[in-house]
């Protein structure tokens, strides 16, 4: 055999699945103490292994959702159908979520393991530039503002017993899904539920809408109420620290 | 935090000797239980190990805890996802964030190790031996050159523990490790709890191993625990650096110098005290090993 030969070999008896691959003599070293087979099992644990020690460091409350026992069997068909694409391993669950939705896991478990990865992808998001406060809006300028959000924000939409079973609490709603942000805070991710309003005000300033068209989200014909929301809500942003800058298009 | 970029500068002009060190370099890895410790206290040590692909991101608690300590002391960086000795391409987005970071911390040295994890466009995460071929060498070797080209400076290879030998090794693991870097040009990072392992994994005397090595090209050491599995010994990095890894240190102290030394703890991570400390020993043992050299030159 040549390299790319005994390395693709190597690769097969390390990351089978279904126990050791035949000719193993030929290709390894056995010893009196220890058989080729058992050798390369030492590698084929350790691969599976580590892969499903990095669910787990990710993916800790849909474990905790789903059992030991069941996580690993979930895990284990994760790792055989989507092996690692990135040189990190704490990014391997990067498609855990979409696999446990492809094999109709309950809704709970997958919408939890979608926050858990958005958690993850908040917490090793570049640091933002720098954090605006709410002095960075003028007054004068305010409708043609517009607003770049710092790298670590997330959003996503989940069942909302994902939220309390990441909490460890009983569901507060019966609503059938909601929207949620997630962020890190210096060092600290957090996230929590939007209301509608909010959301889309967000969504839509995270597009690139100018303040005057993100505000028209809160609408309600009462302009003093319309004014008081917009404010609570785009204070809310500021101390969230979910804002890196203000910028304002030319009148 | 110091951020000089690092000056690129052509391979043939860097010294491939290591100059005589004035005093013992020791240190340890980071690692994400003693994050929260070395941001509120910083860390006792000469030089801190940053396992590259952990920083890659550039932001959050990782990242501060490395600028943090850069601010303070030199960071090696240490990969493992490199892939050095695989068949898949090398991977230009990990050498260019790599080729970043190096660059942002003015990292004293970039390693990876002497093995593969990379099959088909996807990572092991873990360090796979090469076969120990003429074919295998020339192949690490044109790939070494490559990335120190890349990264316009020398790359420090890592020997990997084994529990495997294939059949078609036509050399001897020391022959190969002192070839590769040789031919390469590249330096060699020795980790001892590694040849040690692999000593009795594979029943051959680490001393004879050590006694092979190109002396000039060992520029720094690596120190880890190991577990028995009975039949083999496992490189856990999860407890103590054993008597014999020590023995093995004061030899590499005879055989080479002192050589800036790094106690690596992976699993089950004791208080960053207990490395301190492991680290205090590899530091006394260096600096009695200089003063007994400077005592000799009198």
Not at chain 1, 55 to 79: H, M
Not at chain 1, 201 to 207: C, I, T
Not at chain 2, 78 to 89: K, N, T, Y
Request: aromatic share 10%.
């Amino acid at each position: 055999m040549n390299l790319a030969e005994l390395q693709r070999y190597f690769a097969s008896a390390a990351t089978s699945g279904s126990g050791p691959l035949s000719e193993l003599d030929r290709v390894f070293s056995s010893t009196e103490q220890l058989s080729a087979s058992d050798r390369l099992g030492i590698y084929n644990r350790g691969y599976f292994y580590r892969l499903l020690d990095a669910l787990s460091s990710v993916f800790g409350q849909t474990k905790r959702e789903l059992g030991e026992a069941e996580f690993e069997r979930l895990g284990l068909g994760y790792i055989a159908r989507h092996p690692s694409e990135h040189p990190a391993v704490e990014r391997f669950g990067r498609s855990f979520a979409e696999y446990l939705r492809g094999i109709d896991a309950p809704t709970v478990s997958v919408d939890l393991a979608k926050l858990e990865w958005a958690r993850l992808c908040a917490l090793v998001a570049p640091n933002p530039s720098r954090v605006a406060t709410a002095d960075a809006i003028d007054p004068s300028r305010f409708p043609r503002a517009r607003l770049r959000f710092v790298p670590s924000l997330h959003w996503l939409e989940l069942d909302p017993r994902a939220l309390s079973a990441f909490a460890g609490v009983d569901p507060a709603t019966t609503a059938l899904s909601c929207r949620v942000a997630v962020w890190r805070n210096r060092h600290v991710v957090l996230h929590q539920s939007l209301h509608d309003a909010e959301a889309e005000a967000l969504f839509s300033a995270v597009e690139g809408a100018t303040l005057s068209h993100v505000c028209a989200v809160f609408d309600s014909g009462s302009p003093a109420e319309d004014i008081r929301r917009a404010f609570q809500v785009l204070s809310g942003w500021f101390s969230r620290h979910w804002l890196e800058s203000v910028t304002y298009d030319r009148a | 935090m110091h951020r000089a970029a690092a000056p690129k500068q052509a391979l043939s002009e860097l010294p491939s000797a290591r100059p005589a060190p004035a005093q013992a370099r020791v240190g340890f890895g980071l690692r994400v239980p003693h994050y929260d410790e070395i941001l509120s206290d910083g860390l006792r040590a000469d030089f801190a190990e940053a396992i590259s692909e952990n920083f890659l991101s550039r932001g959050g608690r990782a990242f501060s805890v490395l600028e943090r300590v850069r601010a303070e002391m030199p960071v090696a960086l240490h990969g493992v996802s490199l892939s050095i000795g695989g068949m898949d391409p090398l991977s230009e987005s990990y050498l260019a964030e790599l080729a970043t970071l190096a660059t942002r911390i003015a990292a004293c040295s970039v390693s990876d190790h002497l093995c593969f994890g990379t099959f088909g466009g996807h990572y092991a995460h873990d360090l796979w031996p090469l076969p120990y071929t003429e074919e295998a060498l020339s192949h690490v070797v044109e790939r070494v050159q490559r990335v120190q080209d890349r990264l316009g400076r020398r790359l420090l290879l890592e020997n990997v523990s084994s529990y495997v030998e294939y059949r078609a090794s036509t050399l001897t693991e020391w022959e190969f490790v002192g070839e590769v870097v040789t031919r390469a040009d590249a330096g060699l990072l020795l980790d001892l709890n590694n040849v040690f392992v692999s000593a009795k994994n594979h029943e051959f005397s680490p001393l004879t191993y050590l006694r092979a090595l190109p002396k000039e090209r060992v520029q720094q050491i690596h120190l880890a625990g190991h577990s028995d599995a009975g039949s083999y010994l496992f490189d856990d990095h999860g407890s103590p650096v054993s008597a014999e890894v020590w023995r093995l240190y004061e030899e590499s102290l005879q055989l080479f110098g002192v050589v800036p030394t790094i106690v690596e703890w992976d699993e089950q991570l004791p208080e960053l005290s207990v490395l301190e400390a492991e680290a205090d020993r590899a530091r006394t043992l260096s600096n009695a090993h200089l003063a007994k050299r400077h005592e000799a030159l009198r």
